[in-house]
């Protein structure tokens, strides 16, 4: 037991230093703002990079440059990493009336109460609890199995079912992170009804988030926030 | 080598001689041309099988440039039999100082037979400088182009000039060769100079100002020294098109080619006289000059040398040759006088100059609390778009107004004018009928000189529905406007601390997968092992324990004594394989006797049933019950390996 918490201790060591992320906020605190963009695109790549708060800070830069769609894009992948962020969701409610448009985000903001749940616990403690409890309930089964009950017996199902529970909460923010077909407008463009961009149009805004529902070629169908089919242009959106 | 227009030229010039056995034609570029321009003059031979162009001088004009020769063959099958044509063009660049009508003279060409073929005399208008029409013609970007190794100075990112790439070119034809080396003086060759479209202008009136550069010679890149300084413009820096646009054009009689390196709009921000600072530059000028031995009509001296000129390499051979020098040059400062506004400027005047009309929309006239309306103030005009700002409007208090979205449109040709749209969206928070802010817009008109305020009617609004938003808490949007909030940065950045995947799959799933499987398994059959006082007790004496020691569990008294007496006598009846009820107290002492168990371990045994069946009726507690329920455990135990 001894050998597994040292071997967990050694491994979240492991990470480097954050070698983009320190020059990226100098670069932001001097008004450097496509510096600072540019950075943090870098230190996104890296390994061991903290993508909830880079997201954030990445979003705070094109915010500073005036990129309001690339800010808003960017805060939505920071929530996505991890929803119980209340800064971030002020900031994209800031961006998103700056844009002129709803301050609610419908599609996003589903399942609200489950994602808050899920992510009350931070991926890492999340996992590092189930190696835990998953480790010390096969050595109690273990010793159950040849030596027999202990006095405090019982409680060890109490305690599988507390791991299961984490084990659920963690696929679920894993689902809920993994979560795809998502993009914001980058471009004020044109939704038409059909494929091939003719029929029934709507102007949509930069900054709306939409479901990306279907892919050909350089269209691709979406649906709006008020639940409408559209299609447009791919060049028009961002994905996050 | 030559310009792609005389290519085209050619090829129809060619395409009509085709049929023609043999021919000649002569081209000129001009019938009149002025003192000291050049003049082409093109022989264009078909089918003659010349050696080459005896030159037998060109007085009153001044060889300058060529003979260049540019071959042509055509072969064609006409009906089964093959027609071939080959024409050969002799372009030749000639000048002249002296006015009047002139004769080039006539040229001969040497044919291989060794006759001869003359051409005729060409006659030539030369008059004045300057009193032809200037032509400015555009052309495409060609080889000949002085500026092919340019480089934007306003453009940092570009590189080092692809140095020597203007020497591989065949140099155009200069416009006249220098004779010596010290007098060279390229101030009249190569210069830039500052455009500006108004000299005085009002504060805020656009100015349209380009830069450009002037060269007639060829020229190893360019570089920026120092660029000009706007102090005092607000500046917008117009597009130029993706290719720099080399222009050809004529400044007192001599020809250039211009290039337009920058164009800015400069919307002046202080009265007095403004200074736009001059640009430096430098560059590597390639500069023809004479060689010593100068001869204007020369024969070739030699057969090698022949077949070089009528190759048209002959640029040496006449003894123009060019040297690069290197070359400063700036473009001089331009003056702007700017004058102040009148002071009378009304409360709604936000900086706007020009002429302008504006106005104001709503999408609804009717609306919930908590709908958004759409409030567009529109801007259109000519003048200085850019920097005006929106016009001031105030709403009632219960209306939220978000900070608006600005749409700009602006075209620069041939005036600065265009749109400028401002959306706002607001709320209302409470029902009642309210109007849209009064707005007016006041601007500085520049055909008239003075002040105009225009006004945007107001509409009148009628919001039904509950109130939302109290005074302490506005549910829907919060307490605070977010248009007007700063969105909240922190720069707390710390690396992530992660586990791996496959440390937790690994370590986390899969253990806890196998506890669960454990769960399923049959148990396993335990053996159980009970030590007493160090020994070890075996199962068989445990099994028939078992339910006394569950009434010892259970603290009941009379069922536990019962028991053990109980299991006392079946298991000695067990033993001894002999009916419990003929069993006494004299004959298990008997038979244990017979087995070889020890006296003392009998009496040990006779007293332990004593003790079981004395305990039922003394009022001996649990610790009594533990005592008797180890002995007896022990006693059997030691009975049960004494007797096999």
Known sequence: ?240 | MLDKNLFLGYFLLLSSLLFSQKGMEIQISAKKVEAGEPLMVVYALSNYNERGMMRKGFEPFELIGGPQVSRSMNTSYINGTMTSSQTNSYSIYLSCKKLGKFQVPKQSFQLSDGTAIEAQAIEIEVVKPGSLPRQAQQRQPDPFDPFAAFNDPFDPFAGQSPAGRAQQQNPAAPNSAFKDEKEINLSKDIFARIHVDKNKVYIGEPVKASIKIYTSLNSKGFDAEKVPNFNGFWTQDLPLSDKLEMKREVINGKEFVSVEIKKILLYPTKAGTLEITPLKMKTIALVPVMRQKQTTNRQPGSLMEAIMMSMGMSMNTMGVEFKEIPYSFSSGSEKITVLPLPADAPASFTGGVGKFSFNAYTDKKELKTDEALKYRIELSGSGNLPLIEAPKNIWDETIEVYDPILKENYNVQPTISGTKIWNFVAVPHAPGSYTTPHLEFSYFDLAQKKYVTLTAPSTSLTITGKPTKDKEKGKKYGEFNYAKQKIKESSHYSMDSDLPNSAFYGLGVLPLLMALGLGFLPKYERKEERFISGKKISERVIQQMKQAEIYLKENKKEPFYQELTRTYWNYLSHKFKLETSNLSRINIAEKLREKGVSFELITKMINLIDRSEMGLYTSYGSQAMQELYDDSLNILNDIDKQIV
């Open chain 1, 1 to 240: 037991m001894r050998y597994i918490i040292s071997l967990l201790i050694i491994l979240s060591i492991q990470s480097t230093s954050a070698q983009y992320a320190d020059k990226a906020i100098d670069a932001y605190k001097k008004a450097d703002y496509p510096a600072a963009i540019v950075l943090w695109e870098k230190e996104l790549k890296t390994k061991n990079c903290n993508k909830e708060q880079a997201y954030c800070l990445l979003g705070n830069a094109y915010f500073k440059n005036k990129n309001f769609a690339h800010a808003v894009a960017n805060y939505e992948k920071s929530l996505r990493e991890n929803y119980n962020q209340e800064d971030v969701k002020f900031n994209i409610k800031v961006v998103r009336a700056k844009l002129g448009l709803d301050t609610e985000n419908k599609i996003l903001f589903t399942n609200d109460y489950l994602r808050k749940v899920s992510f009350l616990l931070s991926e890492f403690i999340l996992k590092l609890l189930i190696i835990i409890l998953s480790c010390l309930l096969l050595a109690y089964n273990i010793y159950q199995f040849f030596k027999g009950d202990l006095k405090f017996g019982f409680l060890k199902n109490y305690l599988f079912a507390f791991t299961l529970v984490l084990l659920c909460l963690y696929f679920l923010q894993e689902k809920f992170r993994q979560e795809k077909g998502f993009a914001i407008i980058s471009i004020e463009s044109t939704g038409y009804e059909n494929m091939n961009l003719k029929g029934e149009s709507k102007a949509l805004r930069v900054g709306e988030m939409v479901k990306v529902l279907d892919e050909i070629g350089v269209t691709i169908q979406i649906e709006t926030e008020a639940n409408k089919h559209y299609w447009i242009q791919k060049s028009n959106v961002i994905y996050i």
